[in-house]
């Protein structure tokens, strides 16, 4: 385990370790009760299968979306949708409010709508987010004019990484408020943007570098491929 700025990185062996760590967490938070945010990509998937074996009751929970590609829920690049396979559909009792973000509606219809769904809530209880190979999280992309947003909890923003299509996504602030931040990430092809966002300056270059929950925990959960530069700092 390594503190970093205001950080802690937790280093698994292996992807389906890092995983295990993070379905842990969540089964946890499924007890907890509270908002949860879960997030798209590939990294995710098997832990969201292990935390539906782990605790299949989340009916304490609201679950919510860091991000969400323009296209139907059914869709196979819909994050709602990977969740629903991964998770939803394997629970015994199900959350208490899905408010998945609409990407069938566009991104600033969808946006606008995700914003009126957050009704006047101000923080989320734990929010996971994965990290890509260019520093970017949620659909927030390094350099970015959406880095900047400060009014607003959910703003559309243009993709600028596979698949391309538009995107809704949370605010930086709205990010920072949750008492919880969770990175999930694994992979050698993730290493130099975990050095930079875990363990650099905090820069728009990496977006990843400027999520630190300003009133709660930020923790990494990193496989020892993703965490090979901060390792050999
Ligand atoms: C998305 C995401 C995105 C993702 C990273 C990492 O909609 O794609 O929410 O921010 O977390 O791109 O994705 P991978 O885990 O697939 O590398």
């Not at 600033?108 to 914003?115: H, K, L, P, R």
């Not at 909890?153 to 990010?175: C, N, S």
Request: hydrophobic share 45%.
């Amino acid at each position: 385990m390594v503190r970093g700025r205001e950080i802690e990185l937790v280093v698994a062996e292996d992807a389906a370790a890092a995983a295990q760590l993070a379905a842990e967490r969540l089964a946890h938070a499924a007890r907890a009760g509270g908002h949860v945010v879960l997030t798209g990509g590939s990294t995710p998937r098997r832990a969201y299968e292990l935390a539906a074996g782990l605790e299949p009751d989340w009916s304490h929970v609201e679950l919510w979306w860091s991000d969400e590609r323009c296209v139907p829920p059914d869709d196979e690049r819909s994050n709602y949708g990977m969740a629903e396979v991964a998770l939803l559909d394997r629970l015994a009792s199900a959350p208490a409010a899905v408010h998945r973000m609409r990407g069938e509606l566009g991104r600033d219809g969808g946006a606008e709508q995700y914003e009126r769904e957050l009704g006047d809530l101000a923080r989320f209880d734990l929010v996971l987010l994965g990290l890509g190979a260019d520093g970017h999280i949620a659909s927030l992309y390094p350099d970015q004019p959406t880095l900047d947003e400060t009014g607003r909890r959910a703003i559309g923003a243009e993709a600028h990484l596979q698949p391309f299509v538009d995107r809704i996504t949370l605010t930086l602030p709205m990010l920072r408020a949750a008492r919880e931040v969770l990175f999930l990430v694994a992979g050698a092809d993730k290493a130099d943007a975990v050095q930079r966002a875990f363990a650099g300056e905090p820069s728009h270059a990496t977006p990843g570098s400027l999520v630190r929950a300003v009133a709660g925990t930020t923790t990494a959960l990193l496989d020892t491929a993703a965490a090979a530069q901060v390792l050999s700092k």
